[in-house]
T-cell receptor
Framework: QQQVKQSPQSLIVQKGGIPIINCAYENTAFDYFPWYQQFPGKGPALLIAIRPDVSEKKEGRFTISFNKSAKQFSLHIMDSQPGDSATYFC???????????FGTGTRLLVSP | DVKVTQSSRYLVKRTGEKVFLECVQDMDHENMFWYRQDPGLGLRLIYF???????EKGDIPEGYSVSREKKERFSLILESASTNQTSMYLC????????????FGSGTRLTVV
């Protein structure tokens, strides 16, 4: 049972493009939504996170947009670079719980 | 720099063997997790521990057990390895608030033949 659905599974964009990765959740008790970035041969690392009391959060070239009524959130990468090529995971957790539920991942390739 | 170290990068084991995957963190974190990562399925939680000798089942605990005798070490045990347990196994730890994020190890790629 997939509690966080992520799409697309893979994505190819040209350098400078704006890849968008989407996630949807069902559990309304989720109150914390991080994104993790994973490079080949490495474990995932926290990239950016948002709580449902805001609709957008920006850190550098990475932006999370959050739509609470639709139970959806997305990651946008502005001015994407080849170095952004990685697998991206969205995740969610309940308040008071440390464990995360992860999406299925999106493999992003940014071509030069 | 904080670290989560997984003892093996690659392992090949035979069906029916008992397999131990070791994870050590040097950050004095209370919470530790074992996930498996499979293409198209993402990261799925096997077990987690929020304190020494404490453990909780995750979403896919069948065929696995864990041990946490010391705060820094969290072991995943495959009691009788099967081919469907061929996967990438990731250990993670976290302390305090969720905003600090998980620290993951680099993973152990286990192949069961």
């Amino acid at each position: 049972q997939q509690q966080v659905k992520q799409s697309p599974q893979s994505l190819i964009v040209q350098k400078g493009g704006i890849p968008i990765i989407n996630c949807a959740y069902e559990n309304t008790a989720f109150d914390y939504f991080p994104w993790y970035q994973q490079f080949p041969g490495k474990g995932p690392a926290l990239l950016i996170a948002i709580r449902p009391d805001v609709s957008e959060k920006k850190e550098g070239r990475f932006t999370i947009s959050f739509n609470k009524s639709a139970k959806q959130f997305s990651l946008h990468i502005m001015d994407s670079q080849p170095g952004d090529s990685a697998t991206y995971f969205c995740a969610a957790s309940n308040e008071g719980f440390q464990k995360l539920v992860f999406g299925t991942g999106t493999r992003l390739l940014v071509s030069p | 720099d904080v670290k989560v170290t997984q003892s093996s990068r690659y392992l090949v084991k035979r069906t029916g063997e008992k397999v131990f995957l070791e994870c050590v963190q040097d950050m004095d974190h209370e919470n530790m997790f074992w996930y498996r990562q499979d293409p198209g399925l993402g990261l799925r939680l096997i077990y987690f521990s929020y304190d020494v000798k404490m453990k909780e089942k995750g979403d896919i605990p069948e065929g696995y057990s864990v041990s946490r005798e010391k705060k820094e070490r969290f072991s995943l045990i495959l009691e009788s390895a099967s081919t469907n347990q061929t996967s990438m196994y990731l250990c993670a730890s976290i302390s305090g608030g969720r905003e600090s994020g998980y620290t993951f190890g680099s993973g152990t790629r286990l192949t069961v033949v």
